[in-house]
């Protein structure tokens, strides 16, 4: 099994911070170093232990959609090789696993997409006929595949914060507050910014599901995240369509009703519901089997999208 990432150690550059699952660097005034570790996160919580190469396999796989969906929105790629940004002593820390991005301006939101009705949103449907706020059909089972999809915004939470679901107004409201000195001079408002981004999220995903279903794999749901440049053009940025951030499940397997088996993280998340563990910091470790067997997941994800060998 390939060595593992679990936290960068840039010195050529300056640290901006680090997220659940990446690094982040500046190289100046325009672009950012993004750094893909092997860290995993469940129930908004780091784990102890990282899963090797899972980073390469998320930035693989991120490049692939950035590529593939680019004619529905801009994104924060630049094409600059990371490798030419650091000192030569530190290539093997980015190789695979990181991209040189625009410096955008992040929104304030999750925007998280469903197309199916599970997880928290199941949930949500049972308790109150709804998923966020949304009416929904009555009958409806788990996994049940939604008439549209639904765009159900959150917060963004920081390590070892809880997402929280907004309604779309909340979301309209937050973007507006927070972007308003950002977009003075461009002529736009946050509030019409969400609501492009509502529309960008709900397109990426339907492309995307779409395609994934000729490949044999059903995204049951994701999240994106957008930024805006000095002009207050929509990006997409962070990552795109990955296990970390979708709910894949193999098509062949999805029955209304149950819950599939998946190819992302929901497998750890399934062990550490079989735990006593309150689901805060510090989170529990995980035996050698899980981790193996997350990574094989997502490997196995990668190649199904990409229709490319992993090659770590």
């Known amino acids: 099994m390939t060595a593992s990432l679990f936290e960068s150690s840039i010195q050529s550059l300056p640290l901006l911070g680090r997220g659940k699952v990446r690094d982040i660097y500046a190289i100046d005034a325009e672009k950012l170093l993004i ?21 390469k396999v998320l930035t693989q796989l991120a490049n692939f959609w950035f590529d593939k ?8 790629l630049t094409g600059i090789d990371p490798e030419s940004v650091v000192a030569a002593s530190e290539r093997e820390q980015v190789r695979g696993r990181a991209l040189v991005v625009k410096r955008l ?23 109150t006929g709804a998923v966020c706020g949304i009416a929904l059909p009555p009958g409806l089972q788990m996994a ?93 940025i962070d990552e795109a369509l990955t296990p970390d951030s979708s709910r894949f499940w193999p098509a062949d397997a999805w029955r209304v009703g149950s819950n599939p088996p998946s190819y992302d993280k929901q497998y750890v998340r399934d062990y550490l519901e079989t735990l006593d563990w309150g689901k805060q910091a510090p989170g529990p470790r995980l035996p050698a089997e899980v981790i193996a067997r997350t990574r094989d997941k997502y490997v196995e994800a990668c190649e199904l999208l990409t229709g490319s060998k992993f090659v770590d």
């Open 35 to 55: 750094v893909t570790s092997d860290r995993l996160s469940a129930f908004d919580v780091i784990l102890p232990d990282p899963i090797p190469g899972k980073g």
């Open 69 to 76: 969906l680019a004619h529905i929105l801009p994104n924060q």
């Open 105 to 127: 301006k992040p929104l304030p939101i999750e925007a998280v997409v469903r197309g199916y009705l599970i997880g928290s949103g199941w949930k949500d449907y049972q308790a």
């Open 144 to 236: 049940a595949r939604l008439p549209q999809p639904i765009f159900t915004p959150a917060t963004k939470a920081e390590a070892g914060d809880h997402d929280e679901n907004i309604s779309f107004e909340q979301a309209q409201a937050n973007c507006a507050a927070t972007l308003a000195g950002a977009l003075a001079g461009t002529g736009k408002d946050g509030a019409a910014l969400a609501t492009q981004a509502r529309d960008a999220a709900i397109a990426l995903y339907t492309a995307a599901a779409d395609y994934a279903a000729t490949r044999g794999i059903i995204i049951a749901d994701t999240k994106f995240e957008f930024g805006i440049d000095a002009a207050g053009t929509l990006h997409l």
